[in-house]
């Protein structure tokens, strides 16, 4: 019952293979779970609601006949907000609103409605930003259906102003999660269908009679639903497609070992393939959490998922010091990054990728998992190098606006004149000369 | 060598069908194309640089033995730039200028390098906005090599800060695009590969000896590009998949029929498969219209092109009045829609779906392709519904900044612990309690 992490130090020789081999997690790519999903895709798109009925009844173990019935009416989940424990109700109300607060913020950091301006010829440029009409979110069911994901999902929508969010959980053998559907009630989702895995995915994206086909679709989901929403992309938006969870926690050795413990621990809870590193110049500061692992561990009840996790795939890495520790940082592009340091912006300019910063010792992770305002729904795998937070620009498009003036069309016509003969276009060449005065 | 364009009027009982059955297009998603895609990458994954060579000798009909002889280097794209005549030279700087200038303003008017503020208790929460690491750029060879999308797809990834900026180009035979080279010289590409296909698009995700993995990859390519593209998401990002170009027009009938006429041959001359569409309240306008294509047709170089596209896949559309028109227009959600009418500007908050709206008639959307400033590179296939034209936006991420402050973490712990245990985590509940004063 003992615990074995990992434990690096980046001046062994073989440092950057070994890093490589903790990080390494490579999706499986099930074929036969692909066909599976191209299957049901191409029956749901036949068939439409007796389709999706019928996966619903044998995936979810139902013996519905019609679709109505599993539509889940929103005044279901108005009620199962109101019948919630009053502790239970206000702390999900705050975290709503607070949610709320730091995506209205990030709209108007971020664009707002659009922009314009005008240049030296009097021609109008710019963007107009407006939110996709019909979003689909798709909620996990059984174990992993936890209502702030609903929030975390559906509030950045409302806040871009989506007039039609419409939900898809499964409830195998019927259950309905009273959580999740006052999460649903709370944020504002329009409708709600007890429908789950690539045929709720297909449903969504395609229509049926029941369902409306809507224009993006978000959340996570198994195999299955990564299959699938991977299937449907390019006839809708998709989020992206979420590997496990992951932690790095990178600390100068200040801040209280057993806090840092159940920092790691609080992301490998999540599941097996969770990933909690630890990053620290300080040897003997490792060994002090290492050891607070080992006390604090036996106390906790999901103890045999978090011994797994951090045995397989955590790690306690010694640095040369706080600037290496950051360059370790960017090269795992964490989901959730926590500085846990004195002064810790100093850090942040180095912090090139990452999901999200958490800085300082009180910002627990957990912290902005449920109520800190940012959203928790954030990349994985290291698509941090290159993909962002769930936020209210995913419920946004953009179009760009281009007014030419009258002079603007002289001038601007003679360069597109040239280039468009460059590139042996005649129309759009002379869809320009016909704009410029002859003289 | 007459021609027959499709003419539809919103009376009609079977409009809505007969419009669909026009906008149909679903891009060949040929299980054989992607077969042989997958291969490649596997291959590439595999072998590196010599499966990439050997690709390239075999699809690009070259006799290279070494991957470094496929580099082509930046000094020679300079000199391209230098050995054009000079007024392709200074129209290429007036494109490459005005496109930097437009991105520049994007950038700061959608967020900058970040924001943040501070909550009631005095928490930091914000966002950071980093440019990517490496990008990829891929250029199509042949014929359908375009100078004016180099600029488009490299121009907004170095105003976005991108250190390294990868172009990709297939030289069959070993024939380079001067023009496509002088634009790479133009638009601060770092280095340039002439390589193509799916090999490229493998090389680029995962790295090889020779070339550098990147975190993304944009651009335009053939049914093999496209498949790889899809394959590799996830592993980098990637921008859209483009489907054929299109333009819908909105006129109310006020502009000089010729100027229409060859607006839509300006789309409908790109292949066979582009789509040009008139609504117009007025229907003595659309036949005025159809007598300037029939008249103007002959007199085009790619007429045959033209016909076709317009035959098989134009329209021209009576609607009942300026109403129905945008709401036509917001069915269509085409990436170029041009509002050719007196005071435009009218219609714009109706208009909701469209990569790039071009307002009033002296705005051709030859303008917008070369040289407004806005980006070329924008939503097809509908797509303009939930995706956006490419932008600064796509060269950059996201990372969440959040510092709780020792009082904030008092408070939002309370929430945290609550929705925590309602979740069943009981780490998540710990770690936010540790931050909590016992009292």
Redesign the interface.
Known sequence: MTIRITRLDTTQPDFDSALMQILVFE?SEDESIDRVAADIIADVRKRGDAAVLEYTNRFDRLTETAMASLEIPVESCLAALNNLPP??R???Q??AD?VR??HE??RE???GSG?T?T?EHG??????I?P??KVGIYVPGGKAA???SVLMNAIPAQVAGVPEIIMVVPTPDGIRNE?VMAAAGLSGVNRIFAIGGAQAVAALAYGTETIPAV??IVGPGNAFVAAAK?RV??Q??ID??AGPSEILVLCDGTT?P??IA??L??Q???DELAQSILVCPDTAYLDQVEASIARLLPQ???QEI?RTSLTNRGALIKAKNMEEVCAIANRIAPEH?EVSTEN??RW?DL?????????????????????????HV??T?R???????L?V?DFQ??????????E??QI?????L???E??G????????A??MKKD
């Open positions: 999706a502790a239970s206000a702390a999900l705050v975290a607070r607060v730091y913020h990030q950091a971020c664009g922009y301006y240049d021609s109008l440029l710019g963007q107009k407006t996709l009409d936890y209502p702030s959580l224009d993006k991977r992309f390019g809708v938006g992206m497609i209280n057993d806090w159940m920092d621990f609080s490998a809870e999540h906790m009840r999901r978090i990054l810790p912006e942040l912090l090139r990728h990452a999901g999200a910063i958490f800085l300082g010792r009180f910002t627990s992770e957990a912290l902005g998992d449920y109520c800190a305002g940012p959203n954030l990349p795998s698509t941090a190098r290159f993909s962002s937070p936020g620009y498009k953009r179009s760009s606006i281009i007014r030419v003036s009258e603007g069309a601007l016509g003679k360069t597109a040239e280039l468009a460059g590139e276009l005649e129309a759009h060449a002379k869809s320009a016909y704009r």
